[in-house]
């Protein structure tokens, strides 16, 4: 069986270091999963006043009911997490009864300056506690932006980040693999 991982960046920009990660991440993912990144440039903010959810949204919303787990990568924007991210995340949250998250496996990864996005990780862990998402405690992927990790088009190049990200793959197989056993 192989295992549908739904990719979604925070940052919206082609060169982004945190698109960099997912584009790694999708060419090194192991056996038996395959990684969609998600498009959320035409994904407009939540408003419960649209009467008909937008193209963009309908396919986002598709991809979230295909996806048997969840790789969110996570830039930080003033110590917290990007609205792009955030957003997608309200979208799902409104379908009825939580479906579309309740109880998806999620691993988080993320660039940044600094301490390379573990402020906005933390934030986003309270919102996956929230929405009823569980994501894997280990092991955490911070890579600063500005490091030298990464080219000037945002593709990674630092051997430690790419084994941590297969490492953090690896994991995310194993915790689907153990939230999807039948209870009892």
Same mark, same amino acid.
């Given at each position: %069986?192989? !295992?549908?991982?739904?990719? !979604?960046?925070?940052?919206? $920009?082609? &060169? ?16 038996? %999963?395959? !990684?969609?990144?998600?498009? +959320? ?18 396919? =986002? ?8 787990? #969840? ?10 997490? /990007? ?5 997608? +995340?309200?979208? /799902? ?8 998250? &309740?109880?998806?496996?999620?691993? *988080?990864? @993320?660039? /940044? @300056? @600094? %301490? ?19 994501? =894997? ?16 088009? @945002?593709? #990674?190049?630092?051997?430690? *980040?790419?084994?941590? *990200? $297969? ?13 999807? +056993?039948?209870?009892?």
């Amino acid at each position: %069986m192989t !295992i549908k991982v739904l990719a !979604i960046c925070g940052s919206l $920009r082609a &060169r982004s270091t945190n698109r960099g990660l997912l584009r790694f991440a999708q060419a090194n993912a192991p056996t038996g %999963m395959k !990684i969609h990144i998600a498009d +959320l440039l035409d994904v407009p903010f939540y408003n419960a006043d649209l009467a008909e959810k937008p193209a963009a949204v309908s396919t =986002l919303l598709q991809e979230f009911a295909e996806a048997d787990a #969840l790789l969110l990568a996570c830039p930080e924007y003033n110590y917290s997490l /990007a609205p792009a991210l955030k957003n997608a +995340l309200d979208w /799902a949250s409104r379908e009825p009864d939580n479906h579309l998250l &309740r109880g998806k496996p999620v691993a *988080i990864l @993320g660039s /940044a @300056g @600094g %301490m390379g996005s573990s402020r906005s990780q933390y934030h986003l862990r309270q919102v996956c506690v929230y929405l009823d998402l569980h994501p =894997l405690n280990k092991p955490e992927v911070f890579a600063n932006a500005f490091s030298g990790a990464f080219d000037h088009e @945002g593709n #990674l190049l630092d051997q430690k *980040i790419q084994d941590n *990200i $297969r490492q953090l793959l690896q994991a995310l197989s194993l915790w689907q693999k153990q939230l999807s +056993l039948p209870v009892g």
